[in-house]
């Protein structure tokens, strides 16, 4: 799957190859642009002091490897997290970082088998009504199209240095009929325990699909609420969805629509089904290639990025804002700079966003952001640029703990390790960044 290809703006482009064709492109023309590049930098981001650190550096061993998603918060500010590669069977680990004295520690919660269990969570894990951690594979399963699954303790008491947790299947996708490959989703849950999420493909048309997931008899029933690809309502939808207090239920696809580069719409319950609203269709002008996820404030407000357009061509932060009925769009911040924000973005309890940029930089490995006063037009303020041993290409979206501490992972990058060419990626964190809770 690291091989697939993805169409952005009308252009064909393989994500194993981006960072290669990026950093080829860099090489060429750093020499001669450096000093222009760094002063352009400094003068259009505001530059704020921050402690930054990384919380783990992946090995690629029974730890993991390549961590898209970004990490969960758990009770007493425990982390959650997946890594798509590594474990013993090479195949991703769901890992738990806990903080102990005065370090972080990591411990394998689940490794992913590549058998009936599943394999690659690109997707993050979400903490369910029951405590319990719920996610996505991409692959493995019994038809080898992905899967969703819960892990819970062991009930049986652990006196080994490692307890792994017990996974269950919640569903194994079957490809045409009920979709195939769910990608960069984090799993939602409405307030009957429902579970609801997208695959990239599959389906009646090929294109993807939005899911619900029923609790039924002790397991969990599939119902099919929107196929993608019957005409421009938008296809492949890499993120999950995120639904409001009435029910309905927001996402984004990464491709399609009138303008072919992507939507957002709304899954609106009717008769016993669900009816499709598309809110946005991008256009390249208004941004294109929306990947990460959705998040959506108390005035129901729905934010994210786009990883290209916008009129630099570098992304866009958007909002949604409910008005007389519908939805108005704004893409209230243009990246004037190298950026392509692959995971949406966090939000503080005073309103700043915070997000990453999986290239750009200083160093060109990436950065992390925060969008302040954007009633007032937003400030841009250039939290941390990475350089590689501290991690690079930053994926998934951060995500804030009660203290304004921030945290996020980046895929590559870190320490050298045998088993990844380039690093294994980290979990890095901010101290202090953004308003308490």
């Excluded at 957002?264 to 990460?292: A, D, H, K, R, W």
């Excluded at 992304?315 to 950026?339: E, I, N």
């Amino acid at each position: 799957m690291l091989n697939k290809e993805q169409t952005i703006d009308g252009q064909t482009i393989s994500l194993r190859k981006l960072r290669f064709n990026v950093s080829s492109y860099v090489g060429r023309f750093a020499m001669a642009f450096a000093v222009v590049f760094a002063m352009t930098l400094f003068t259009t981001h505001a530059m704020q002091a921050q402690t930054f650190s990384v919380l783990h550096y992946f090995s690629g061993g029974g730890d993991g490897a390549s961590p898209y998603a970004g990490v969960t918060v758990g009770p007493s500010g425990v982390l959650y997290g997946t890594a798509s590669a590594g474990g013993n069977h090479g195949a991703g680990v769901v890992f738990k970082l806990t903080y102990q004295g005065s370090s972080w520690t990591l411990s394998p919660q689940y490794e992913f088998t590549a058998g009936s269990d599943g394999a690659m969570p690109y997707g993050g894990v979400v903490i369910g009504p029951n405590g319990a951690l719920y996610g996505t594979a991409v692959e493995g399963g019994e038809n080898n199209f992905g899967t969703v699954f819960e892990l819970r303790p062991s009930p049986a008491v652990c006196k080994a240095r490692l307890c792994y947790w017990d996974e269950n299947v919640l569903h194994n996708f079957t490809g045409a009929q009920d979709g195939e490959y769910p990608q960069f989703d984090n799993l939602a849950f409405d307030a009957a325990g429902d579970i609801y999420g997208t695959t990239e493909r599959g389906g009646i048309y090929g294109y993807g699909i939005t899911f619900e997931l029923t609790p039924s008899r002790g397991g969990y029933t599939q119902s099919i609420l929107h196929n993608f690809g019957s005409g421009t309502d938008g296809y492949q939808p890499e993120a999950g969805v995120v639904l409001d207090t009435a029910g309905n239920v927001y996402g984004t696809t990464s491709s399609g629509g009138t303008g072919r580069v992507g939507t957002v719409y709304q899954l609106m319950p009717s008769n016993g089904g669900s009816l499709e609203n598309v809110l946005v269709n991008f256009n390249g002008t208004n941004g294109s290639g929306p990947i990460g996820n959705l998040i959506i404030d108390a005035s129901g407000n729905l934010y994210s990025a786009t990883s290209c357009g916008g009129h630099n061509g570098d992304g866009v932060v958007f909002k949604l804002a409910p008005s007389d009925g519908g939805f108005t769009y704004t893409a209230f911040y243009t990246f004037s700079s190298m950026c392509s924000s692959y995971g949406g973005v966090a939000m503080d309890a005073a309103g700043n966003l915070f997000g990453v940029c999986a290239y750009g930089g200083v160093h060109q490995e990436g950065w992390i952001f925060e969008l302040t006063n954007c009633s007032r037009g937003c400030t841009m303020v250039d939290l941390h640029d990475f350089s590689g041993s501290d991690g690079y290409l930053p994926w998934g979206a951060p995500v804030l703990d009660a203290n304004g501490n921030l945290y996020g992972t980046t895929l590559n990058g870190g320490t050298f390790a045998e088993n990844c060419d380039e690093g294994c990626g980290v979990v890095w964190e901010i101290a202090g960044v953004g308003a308490r809770h």
